[in-house]
């Protein structure tokens, strides 16, 4: 079983930059894809990037390409979320979930990006 615990959201202005942290513990070799999620109030949960844990291949969507970068660090067990230029379109909470890529079963409890105007 793996856990998961993000941290580093917050509230920010336009155009700033945070770094999203996701620290996971347990059987991660059971679990060999990261992903970051994020849901909008009143919308669907979307997906914004994932990384294997491996040999860091990653994946990022459309949306958010040429802002976010995702990463990891293996000796720490940490997956991070490097989001800059960041929009008020961009608020939400932010989830991380790790599983196959097919599906992802663990998730994290969230933590809230709010970026102003």
């Known amino acids: 079983q793996v856990q998961l615990v993000e941290s580093g959201g917050g509230l920010v202005r336009t155009g700033d930059s945070l770094r999203l942290s996701c620290a996971a513990s347990?059987?991660?070799?059971?679990?060999?894809?990261v992903g970051w999620f994020r849901q909008a109030p009143g919308k669907e949960r979307k997906f914004v990037a994932s990384i294997t844990w491996s040999i860091g291949a990653t994946y990022v969507a459309d949306f958010v390409k040429g802002r976010f970068t995702i990463s990891r660090d293996n000796a720490k067990g940490t997956v991070y979320l490097q989001m800059n230029s960041l929009k008020p379109e961009d608020t939400a909470v932010y989830y991380c979930?790790?599983?196959?890529?097919?599906?992802?079963?663990?998730w994290g409890q969230g933590t809230q990006v709010t970026v102003s105007s």
């Open positions: 347990g059987r991660t070799f059971n679990s060999p894809i």
């Open positions: 979930a790790a599983g196959t890529g097919a599906s992802y079963d663990t």
